[in-house]
């Protein structure tokens, strides 16, 4: 496992939750860092990513607003803090690199090359 993904749990909705994403691995700075979903029955969907190589971010119009994709790379460490979180919210969350990231664009799953293994974040009252 390339990359360690920590921080879920449960949480009751309008809380909030900050994931985090360490690739201290890596021996060198990631240029792209995404965070991806998967929630029960459904296909990983993307959530955000960073770039550092061209400093974008890019949200899914679902988080905009609630969630803010942050990186310490001192730390190698990629965060997702995530606000005001609806059951929707619900699955479990991934990190992954050397994908497409842009303003505009995030890469699907499969585009990315290394994954951690997951984080399960549940929404519930």
């Known amino acids: 496992v390339q990359l360690q993904a920590s921080g879920g749990g449960l949480v009751q909705p309008g809380g909030s939750l900050r994931l985090s994403c360490t690739y201290s691995r890596f021996t060198s700075d990631l240029t792209s860092v995404g965070w991806f979903r998967q929630a029960p029955g459904k296909e990983r969907s993307r959530v955000s990513c960073d770039n550092t190589k061209n400093g974008r971010t890019y949200y899914e119009d679902s988080v905009k607003g609630r969630f803010t994709i942050s990186r310490d790379s001192a730390k190698k460490t990629v965060y997702l803090q995530m606000n005001s979180l609806t059951a929707e919210d619900t699955g479990v969350y991934y990190c992954?690199?050397?994908?497409?990231?842009?303003?505009?664009?995030?890469?699907?799953?499969?585009?990315?090359?290394?994954w951690g293994q997951g984080t399960l974040v549940t929404v519930s009252s």
């Open positions: 992954a690199t050397e994908g497409p990231c842009t303003t505009a664009s995030m890469g699907p799953h499969y585009s990315y090359r290394y």
